[in-house]
């Protein structure tokens, strides 16, 4: 079916949001809306010019035979400062402090759209870095590693605490928590990682970085490479990190006696192009 | 600054999708814009119709000083059907069969691709269904239940099976597994539910339904209310189920001596309207 200029522009805006980093050809467009490569360069032109300018991403042209166009969702430098700003504050609350140099993050890390720009926010970092695949531990980073995984258009493997029968025959390291120094385990299945895949490790809170560590431990074993590491809040205290070159959104400093405590931007711009 | 229609549409769209299950007034897309409402209410009509024939959801207008628009993300009939179909078709190759008649499906669990489409699935389902809150049990629901509630835009809630510092003071219970009759624990945060919320109970795999039922009687302890149950992979084997009136989208059968398997479509479209 012919569709009009303004049907197509509504259509591709849909489809390449939900098609991020993926090459969309011109004859896919062209055959989808039975019109004119022509007419869908234009389109695609107009498309481009209103993802940069209202920071919803770039879109990047690919020339040649399998040429086309590639979504790539970046949030803008002014975006990314102002829901910095929105969630330090949701977290500055004082009834969030918790036992032990620990905070309460479990309602914001429910909500799938604070999760959403978070995901967005690490995806823009790393969106030309040839990430292959999305790593985190269970529980709490989850939600963060499959929101920057779709927009990273790469899968999530989850490592595990301890072994799981739906898991499969699998690969097991012990590792020393940096912060309670107790040794504990982690699980991942045998086939979830080819060797040579480019890892994104991605966490939900750091103190010492024990368990950053530990995964970074856990990829050598299946011959793959750490292509970066990102948290949403790392805490100040405990220093110098067991990690190095991790990007944190949030940096949460406590007082001595752990009654109260600051939240501050984390390294973020420092690996933030534009 | 005035935009073109062109821009208006492809903007319009992005903020739609990116905003689903909320109202968003003319005035915002009017101010927005620098456009005359009259002109929205043209752009609005556009993308409305072009929203639902390419089965990318519905476009509810809302009348009155408060109205406006809502998207309602809605998956078409064919485009279910279809995907079900590839997804029982990745299920069923033969070296995913575990001991104790379990599937290997942490790959595709993994596939944000996948996972955004399930998601979009059982939102379709439960989009009038007024959901406060979709929950789910650590660890591989999560992400399942994430793809949903972004659609729904309603928060997760994850329930653990132990206490954990991280979640401050926790409500407890405990339940007996279906399948493997063991009395195992479930914990949720004190902060994480309000009196009378309506949740929507999300896993990834069904057995006997042990699981299900005691997030619904751990539900009972925060006065909250089961809305609906939705599950990727219920067995066929262990019948009656422990609980009823929840929707599967695939149905796993296994031979007697655990040796093969067939995957067939679960009851998904006796939910299913239109």
Do not use: W
Not at 97 to 123: C, F, V
């Amino acid at each position: 079916m012919k569709l009009k200029r303004s049907s197509r522009l509504i259509d591709m805006t849909g489809y390449l949001l939900q098609h991020p980093h993926q090459i969309v050809s011109l004859s896919y467009f062209s055959d989808r809306y039975a019109s004119a490569k022509s007419s869908i360069s234009e389109d695609l032109g107009i498309v481009k010019d209103n993802f940069e300018s209202q920071g919803i991403g770039r879109l990047e042209t690919i020339a040649g035979a399998s040429g086309g166009v590639k979504y790539i969702p970046f949030m803008k430098r002014d975006d990314a400062e102002a829901f910095l700003r929105l969630l330090s504050e949701q977290l500055s609350q004082s009834d969030r402090l918790l036992p032990g140099g620990y905070l309460y993050m479990t309602d914001i890390l429910g909500q799938p759209s604070y999760i959403n720009e978070i995901g967005r926010m690490i995806a823009s970092v790393y969106s030309n870095h040839s990430i292959d695949v999305v790593m985190t531990m269970e529980t709490k980073g989850i939600p963060l590693a499959f929101a920057a995984a779709s927009q990273l258009n790469v899968p999530v493997i989850i490592v595990r605490r301890s072994i799981k029968v739906t898991e499969g025959s699998t690969v097991s390291i012990n590792y020393v928590s940096g912060s309670s120094k107790r040794i504990q385990t982690m699980v991942l299945p045998r086939r979830s990682l080819t060797p040579g895949s480019r890892v994104l490790i991605i966490d939900d809170f750091m103190k010492a970085g024990g368990t950053m560590k530990g995964m970074a431990n856990l990829l050598k074993e299946f011959d793959a490479e750490v292509a970066g590491m990102a948290v949403l809040v790392e805490t100040k205290s405990e220093e110098p990190k067991l990690v190095d070159n991790y990007l944190s959104l949030l940096k949460l400093s406590m007082t001595e006696q752990e009654e109260q405590f600051i939240i501050e931007q984390g390294n973020y711009f420092q690996y933030y192009e534009c």
